[in-house]
């Protein structure tokens, strides 16, 4: 029962997501590059982020899991 409490949370929480993503809460940053080592920057930075955002996550599932 309580595994099915936290799918209905997350399922939730998704969904807000991406409401809020598709109703322009959420924008997108505009990416714009001269060359493709700007490009590679970018990509390299933005992977940087995504790394940061899975640590985030985990820890925040961590947390819930614990409560």
Not at 1 to 24: D, E, I, N, P, Q
Not at 30 to 59: C, G, P, Y
Request: proline share 1%; net charge negative.
């Amino acid at each position: 029962m309580r595994k099915h409490s936290f799918l209905r949370g997350l399922t939730a929480f998704a969904l807000a997501g991406l409401l809020a993503f598709y109703s322009g809460v959420v924008q997108l940053p505009n990416v714009s590059a001269e060359s493709i080592t700007d490009l590679k920057s970018q990509l390299a930075e933005l992977e940087k982020q995504e790394e940061e955002n899975n640590k985030r996550l985990e820890e925040l599932r961590d947390d819930v899991s614990q409560k």
